[in-house]
């Protein structure tokens, strides 16, 4: 079975420049959150959705970042127009729903981003 | 609102003895659970270890086990007889149960030395 596939891997863009960040969850995962890694902050969880519905996302930086879920299989996280402060390593992760469950979140590989 | 923090941005063990990672949170949900994971260098995302807020006792995983002190609200991954491949960045994370709403920790980084 596939796990959560992110792409790309690897973006190298120049400021001003639109960014988007794509994630396919893993089948029949009902929770799907976007991660934003760096050194300074660790892992900040910038929004996450339930069934394709955006629950929270006060985590989003500002109004250049968005986020949207069009079906259970994708979403995407653009961001528009990149800073150079916003490297770092973009996560998507998925979860089942079930409550009784470890509630262990699966990651995808990141996606880091380099703005020049 | 939810909170959780590490203090030690790194740490070194000597291999095949004993480490703690500290791990507070914060939350005023009385259902919540968990987590440690653990980053390689090469990046990945690594499940370890759960703990449920009601579970009268704490979480073991082989080596790993989380040291859940609910009064001090405190969480801390303590791994055994560390090895050369335990080296990564570690994160404590939670749940709330109510919202669903997943953070993590700052991470410590630790290195095991030969």
């Known amino acids: 079975d596939a796990g959560v596939i992110q792409s790309p891997r690897h973006e190298v863009t120049e400021m001003g420049q639109e960014v988007t960040l794509r994630c396919k969850p893993i089948s029949g995962h009902d929770y799907l959150f976007w991660y934003r890694q760096t050194m300074m902050r660790g892992l900040e969880l910038l929004i996450y959705?339930?069934?394709?519905?955006?629950?929270?996302d006060s985590g989003m930086p500002e109004d250049r970042f968005s986020a949207k879920m069009p079906n259970a299989s994708f979403s995407t996280l653009k961001i528009q127009p990149s800073e150079p402060r916003d490297s770092a390593v973009y996560f998507c992760?998925?979860?089942?729903?079930?409550?009784?469950?470890?509630?262990?979140?699966?990651f995808g590989e990141g996606s880091r981003l380099t703005v020049l | 609102a939810q909170k959780i923090t590490q203090t030690q941005p790194g740490m070194f063990v000597q291999e095949k003895e004993a480490v703690t990672l500290d791990c507070t949170y914060d939350?005023?949900?009385?259902?919540?659970?968990l987590f440690w994971y653990k980053q390689p260098s090469s990046g990945e995302m690594i499940f370890l270890i759960y703990q449920g807020s009601y579970d009268q006792q704490n979480a073991t995983e082989g080596r790993y086990s989380l040291n859940f002190q609910k009064a001090r609200k405190s969480a801390n991954l303590v791994i055994s007889a560390s090895q050369l491949g335990d080296s990564a960045m570690y994160f404590c994370a939670m749940i709330d149960s109510g919202t669903y709403k997943y953070i993590f920790g700052t991470g410590t980084r630790l290195k095991v030395l030969a």
């Open positions: 992760a998925s979860s089942p729903s079930i409550r009784g469950d470890t509630g262990e979140l699966f």
């Open positions: 959705f339930n069934n394709n519905v955006p629950i929270d």
């Open positions: 939350t005023s949900d009385p259902s919540y659970g």
